[in-house]
Structure formats: C-alpha cells, structure tokens
T-cell receptor, first 110, second 113 residues
Framework: GENVEQHPSTLSVQEGDSAVIKCTYSDSASNYFPWYKQELGKRPQLIIDIRSNVGEKKDQRIAVTLNKTAKHFSLHITETQPEDSAVYFCAAPNDYKLSFGAGTTVTVRA | KAGVTQTPRYLIKTRGQQVTLSCSPISGHRSVSWYQQTPGQGLQFLFEYFSETQRNKGNFPGRFSGRQFSNSRSEMNVSTLELGDSALYLC????????????FGEGSRLTVL
C-alpha cells in the first residue's frame, strides 16, 4: 500500500519568512497530491493540490512542487503570516485509499 | 450549500460497548471516506464508499465497519470498544473519491473509558 512520509514534524518560522514541508510517497502509480491545512479545533481543508502531469502549481503565497522521478512533493509558503499557523498534511491516493503524512505543525512567530 | 454533517459530535462510551457514527455528505457527492485522527497517529484511512460500495478499507480490525445508503449518507460502527479507539472520527465527502478535493465534517469525538 501507499506510504507517505512527511518532514519536518514541527516548523517554527519568523513572520515574513518562507516555510517548506516535504513529503515522499512509495507508490509510483499515485497521480494526485493534495495538501490539507487544519487549524486548531477545526476540520482539515484543502489548500492546494497537484496532479502528476504538472511539476509545479502556485496559488498566491503557496505553491506545490512535484518530482515524480524521486517520488516527492513539497509545499512552499512564502511571506508567512500568523494565520498560516496550523497543522499541514500531505496525502497520496492508491486504489481508492488516501494515505496522509503524519502532519507538520507550523508556528509563525510575530 | 450545506456542508458535511457528522453526528454525534461528542460521545463517551465504556470498554466493550459499541458505537455508531453518522455522516451526511454534501448534496451530490457520492463518495464518503472515513478517517481516524489521533495525536500520535495523524489521519488514518478507515474506508471509502461510493454509491453504496466499499472500494477500499484501511488497516483496522474487523471491529470497524461501515456502510453507505442509497442517499449517500454513511455510517460507521465500532464494536467491542477499546481504550485505544478514543479519537476524532472524521468523514469526508467528494465528487471524485480520494483523487479529488475532500470536504471534511467537523468530526465525532469518541472517548472510551
């Protein structure tokens, strides 16, 4: 089955700096890679996703890059703001099953 | 449109009891998937249903089961509860299954004493 590893588990950044979270997956058949953000006490929400036919996707201050050869994808947050503080999960599907990374707790220091 | 609704939001059970959780998806969504969230294990996939068919199941014991009805509403059941079953159970609905955006409910927080 799919195995998704996510690093780092915690990340503390100064407001305005960038944050990068990396995930690796095992199943080469995976072709969809979403990122979910979960604020404290709230439900996870999709913030960005990428499909295997593209290498990079941007949406304002967030971007995702995908390297299918190396089987890894990354989330980039630029110009971090206090509202970016949350837990971020990467995921990869395999045969109608979605495997999540263990999560990264991002803290943005004012 | 209304979001994903999960009931009950909170419940307390004792070991050995069983529990049924309910999930009403967004109208038009035929895929419902369930996840167990714990501080130490993150989000663990339980199962996914599409048009009343279970298409995959995660690595959980047989005590965990689910079903989906013709109106796409889904239930999951945990029998013979153990202390380790204490968790937040999240369901999510989507149009395309797990290869598309998931819309999560607020979850059902289960405490097993």
């Amino acid at each position: 089955g799919e195995n998704v590893e996510q690093h780092p588990s915690t990340l503390s950044v100064q407001e305005g700096d960038s944050a990068v979270i990396k995930c690796t997956y095992s199943d080469s058949a995976s072709n969809y890679f979403p990122w979910y953000k979960q604020e404290l006490g709230k439900r996870p929400q999709l913030i960005i996703d990428i499909r295997s036919n593209v290498g990079e996707k941007k949406d304002q201050r967030i971007a995702v890059t995908l390297n299918k050869t190396a089987k890894h994808f990354s989330l980039h947050i630029t110009e971090t703001q206090p509202e970016d503080s949350a837990v971020y999960f990467c995921a990869a599907p395999n045969d109608y099953k979605l495997s999540f990374g263990a999560g990264t707790t991002v803290t943005v220091r004012a | 449109k209304a979001g994903v609704t999960q009931t009950p939001r909170y419940l307390i059970k004792t070991r050995g009891q069983q529990v049924t959780l309910s999930c009403s998806p967004i109208s038009g969504h035929r895929s419902v998937s369930w996840y167990q969230q714990t501080p130490g294990q993150g989000l663990q996939f339980l199962f996914e249903y599409f048009s009343e068919t279970q298409r995959n199941k995660g690595n959980f014991p047989g005590r965990f089961s689910g079903r989906q009805f013709s109106n796409s509403r889904s239930e999951m059941n945990v029998s013979t509860l153990e202390l380790g079953d204490s968790a937040l159970y999240l369901c999510a609905s989507s149009l395309a299954g797990v290869t598309g955006e998931l819309f999560f409910g607020e979850g059902s927080r289960l405490t097993v004493l």
